[in-house]
């Protein structure tokens, strides 16, 4: 069984996990990649065999409602955001696992105790099971 200086160590980890995540910023989910891209004009010098193609075109992609949705990004201060902006989902979604991590680490750590011997525990009705001391809500329809 874990001691309760773990749980308090572990206790600690998630204080520290909840406010990393205050900390981390504007975030956006996504997939960012640079890809280079022949235009398909015949006459063009991309339609060369050692042309690299156009580009490089900054491309974010994300899933929307199942579907795949992408948008594009010049070089600038807007792709630098977006660069920020994704980097920062990847860290918050670290840290999100993280923390489920230690949470079920606490679960598993927290000693059981009996509802009767708890402190918080809601206070009963006071009927015991079987005890139906109301009919079921259901009734016909009138017509």
């Given at each position: 069984?874990?001691?309760?200086?773990?749980?308090?160590?572990?206790?600690?980890?998630?204080t520290?996990?909840?406010?990393?995540?205050?900390?981390?910023?504007?975030f956006?989910?996504?997939?960012?990649?640079?890809?280079?891209?022949?235009?398909?004009?015949?006459?063009?010098?991309?339609a060369?065999?050692?042309?690299p193609?156009?580009?490089?075109?900054h491309?974010?992609?994300?899933?929307?409602?199942?579907?795949?949705?992408?948008?594009?990004?010049?070089?600038?201060?807007?792709?630098?955001?977006?660069?920020?902006?994704?980097?920062?989902?990847?860290?918050?979604?670290?840290?999100?696992?993280?923390?489920?991590?230690?949470?079920?680490a606490?679960?598993?750590?927290?000693?059981a105790?009996?509802l009767?011997?708890?402190?918080d525990?809601?206070?009963?009705?006071?009927?015991?099971?079987?005890?139906?001391?109301?009919?079921?809500?259901?009734t016909?329809?009138?017509?």
């Open positions: 069984m874990t001691s309760n200086v773990d749980l308090a160590q572990l206790e600690d980890e998630r520290r996990l909840r406010a990393q995540i205050g900390t981390i910023g504007d956006r989910p996504g997939s960012l990649s640079a890809v280079m891209r022949r235009c398909g004009k015949a006459n063009c010098a991309c060369e065999p050692s042309h193609g156009h580009g490089p075109q491309i974010l992609t994300k899933k929307v409602a199942g579907k795949t949705m992408s948008m594009h990004f010049k070089p600038g201060p807007e792709l630098d955001k977006v660069t920020a902006e994704v980097g920062n989902y990847r860290r918050f979604k670290t840290v999100v696992e993280q923390l489920i991590d230690v949470n079920e606490i679960c598993q750590a927290r000693p105790t009996p009767a011997d708890r402190q525990a809601p206070a009963g009705t006071g009927r015991e099971k079987g005890d139906s001391s109301k009919r079921s809500g259901k016909s329809r009138r017509r």
